[in-house]
């Protein structure tokens, strides 16, 4: 399941990309690397729980921080 999850955040990063949106894409590329490297380890079930339930709430926080105080809508056109 860590291995989807990373091809969809590295699907996200090259949209955020051809979007001209480097920071979010680089948030996304990050995830992918993480989803990547964990999808091969060989963690019980409850662990892998555990990892992506710290995933979600570090990534929540912070892209909800960078879309609510850093990102400014339009501002590149």
């Not at 079930?45 to 892209?63: K, N, P, Q």
């Amino acid at each position: 399941m860590f291995k989807l999850c990373g091809f969809w955040t590295g699907i996200f990063a090259v949209m955020f990309y051809i979007g001209d949106m480097m920071t979010p894409s680089l948030l996304m590329l990050a995830s992918t690397g993480f989803f990547i490297l964990f999808g091969y380890l060989k963690l019980t079930e409850r662990m892998y729980l555990y990892l992506f339930g710290a995933y979600l709430m570090v990534f929540m926080v912070g892209f909800s921080y960078y879309t609510n105080f850093i990102y400014v809508p339009g501002a590149g056109h």
